[in-house]
């Protein structure tokens, strides 16, 4: 039946209205009355299960989305023990509740929003499978075995007979392609579920990834938003991390949590046969052959970097790469640096470039967002992340929860007055900036920075000072298209023409499936179809409505085939429903997927 903390709630009070809609809901559940169930949403509702019911990462809408949920769902989940976790709270006629229930296989949390017509947001999330809890607190592993025991391994020891034996005596059963941030917490993850697990990474060192990045970058989200799991950064922690920080913190982390992971280890080929996969590995210069039964792309939240090709490329003297390959603005004193593009990673090199005493251009080719960070941190994150909101109780899991529980199609209405706050805050700023004829923009329905990274993940610059620069005409701007190279030059489609020693292509990078045209065939990479973006319909996102990031975090077309990435906390928040997902087939645990994507758009 179900439980709350407080049994004689008053009449009409949120917790007494919480308590009469759980219980109504499990009577509803339990009887198998699906009508009754879908009754008690709002006309408008949603609701977002994480792996929970569905096996998948799914938003239904509406009671007709709800009774097609339960229809598919309800007997396997078979969920039960509905409860509230506090005390709910109420604002602006809606009532908030953080409640817990279990299903036939595992322990859940999720929260629920209620307006006078019944629920009108739910969210519910799997967070442990019975029978299969994480070794943590009361289930602490001891560390060592006391008594007399011959030929006693030492735990450095145990360590390196398992490194010796994974991948070669013994293969992982889930191989993870890319060892950043995201690969390194799903390995966390996986380590700590038992999941025999093998991260594979080209560099030399865990953190690379970050390391051999541009000298300047650093983290433009503040610390509270990018803990890994396991292990928070430390109290003293700068709030925006140097990228060599990052990179280090990696390392240690991948040491810490023991997370079984190759370096200099290249994927050359992957195919599937219908039971496993065969991932052929340059390790250091040895050939490895694995045969997981998953295999995870974990390359970040974007695929390969996007290289215009200009002509007259080939004439041009100087330097030219893309962005992801700048080495720093060291070697550039005295000399005239273009820039094609103008999201964070062009301004980032514009700013340092210019710091290092080049002459600076940048290409502004279509229009960008641009937020200051510190309107960012006040106005976007506070509430949530950040020490005030750690102060009034909101932990990163929390606020984790809090995010997680906002369906997708009615985020941009919430984020609008959150931009617009943000716009008159900054009104000089912002007229300065287009007085020196920068293009502004602030996404298609004006939702601003957190959108246009959910729908298509470019288009905006977090400004760390870079902006300054430009309103000031310290990094000269142009606007227009690139036409040619030539010798020494870049030549927009006006005519206008740019000396250049150095030409840095800041412009983006492809959908994560392109690693898998490279290296499984184009044919599964069309299998899965794009990765990234929600369908809005909006610039570079293309429609139909799939209310949930593409191919991300959940079961694809291509059987045993997986993706995992974006920032740090995407990183780790999902590689825990990932996790979950891979540790109920590692165990043979039933795991019917509803709602299984669609194909609409190949890249």
Same mark, same amino acid.
């Given at each position: ?27 509803? =559940? ?30 239904? @809408? ?33 009532? #908030?509740? +953080?409640?817990? &229930? #279990? ?31 994480? %070794? ?30 994974? $991948? ?32 594979? @990474? ?26 890994? %799991? ?44 219908? !039971? ?13 052959? =694995? ?18 090709? &200009? ?43 210019? #710091? ?24 976007? /994150?506070?509430? /949530?992340?950040? #020490? ?12 984790? !929860? ?30 300065? =900036? ?5 293009? =502004?923009? +602030? ?21 760390? $000072? ?62 899965? $179809? ?14 139909? +409505? @799939? ?5 991300? +975090?959940?079961?694809?077309?291509? %059987? ?15 590689? /825990? ?27």
């Amino acid at each position: 039946m179900t439980q709350t903390i407080d049994r004689t709630a008053p009449a009409g009070s949120p917790q007494a209205r919480v308590d009469a809609w759980l219980q109504a809901f499990e009577a509803a =559940l339990k009887a198998r009355d699906i009508d009754a169930a879908a009754g008690l949403f709002a006309t408008d509702s949603y609701w977002r299960d994480l792996v929970a019911f569905t096996w998948n990462i799914k938003t239904v @809408e509406g009671r007709a989305g709800v009774a097609d949920l339960l229809s598919a769902c309800l007997d396997g989940a078979d969920p039960s023990g509905f409860h509230t976790t506090e005390p709910p709270a109420e604002g602006d006629g809606v009532v #908030e509740a +953080w409640i817990e &229930f #279990e299903t036939a296989t595992g322990r859940c949390r999720g929260h629920l929003r209620l307006n006078d017509e019944g629920a009108w947001t739910l969210l519910t999330s799997l967070h442990e499978l019975k029978g299969f809890e994480e %070794p943590c607190r009361q289930r602490r592993p001891k560390g060592v075995r006391h008594g007399a025991v011959e030929d006693r391994l030492s735990w450095a020891q145990e360590r390196e007979r398992e490194q010796a034996e994974l $991948g070669y005596g013994q293969q992982p059963y889930v191989v993870v392609i890319g060892g950043g941030q995201g690969g390194i917490a799903l390995g966390a993850r996986l380590r700590q579920l038992g999941v025999p697990a093998l991260v594979l @990474e080209r560099n030399d060192r865990p953190g690379d990834s970050w390391r051999k990045r541009y000298r300047s970058l650093c983290l433009h989200d503040p610390v509270w938003y990018d803990h890994l %799991p396991y292990l928070p950064f430390p109290e003293n922690w700068p709030v925006f991390a140097p990228k060599d920080k990052i990179a280090d913190w990696l390392e240690m982390y991948t040491r810490v949590m023991e997370v079984p992971y190759w370096t200099r280890a290249e994927v050359k080929s992957a195919a599937y046969d219908g !039971t496993q996969w065969t991932v052929t590995v340059d390790r250091d210069g040895e050939t490895v052959v =694995l045969q997981p039964k998953q295999l995870v792309f974990a390359t970040g939240m974007s695929g390969k970097p996007n290289v215009p090709s &200009f002509p007259g490329a080939e004439l041009f003297q100087g330097d030219q790469h893309h962005s992801s390959q700048h080495p720093g603005p060291e070697g550039y004193a005295g000399r005239k640096a273009v820039v094609i593009g103008s999201n964070n990673s062009a301004h980032d090199i514009c700013a340092a470039l210019w #710091e290092h005493g080049a002459d600076v251009t940048m290409v502004q080719r279509s229009s960008t967002h641009i937020v200051r960070s510190d309107s960012l941190m006040d106005i976007a /994150l506070g509430d /949530l992340y950040s #020490e005030k909101a750690v102060a009034a109780g909101v932990t990163t899991d929390r606020a984790d !929860t809090i995010f997680a529980s906002l369906p997708y199609r009615i985020l941009p209405q919430l984020q609008i007055p959150v931009y617009q706050a943000i716009k008159e805050r900054d009104a000089d700023f912002y007229a300065r =900036l287009e007085q020196a004829g920068f293009d =502004l923009d +602030w996404g298609d329905d004006d939702s601003g920075l957190f959108m246009k990274y959910l729908r298509r993940g470019s288009g905006y610059y977090i400004d760390v $000072g870079a902006s300054e620069l430009v309103a000031d005409g310290k990094i000269k701007l142009v606007r227009g298209q690139v036409d040619r190279l030539t010798r020494d030059s870049v030549v927009l489609a006006d005519g206008t023409e740019l000396d250049a020693d150095l030409v840095v292509y800041a412009t983006g990078y492809g959908s994560m499936n392109g690693w898998v045209a490279d290296l499984a065939g184009q044919e599964m990479a069309d299998r899965v $179809g794009k990765c990234w973006g929600l369908g809005s319909g909006t610039t570079k996102d293309p429609g139909p +409505w @799939e209310g949930e990031e593409r191919n991300m +975090w959940k079961p694809t077309r291509q %059987p045993g085939l997986w993706f995992h990435g974006g920032n740090l906390h995407q990183s780790r928040y999902y590689s /825990l429903f990932l996790a979950l997902q891979l540790k109920a087939r590692y165990e043979g645990i039933p795991a019917p997927v509803y709602g299984l994507q669609e194909v609409h758009h190949l890249s």
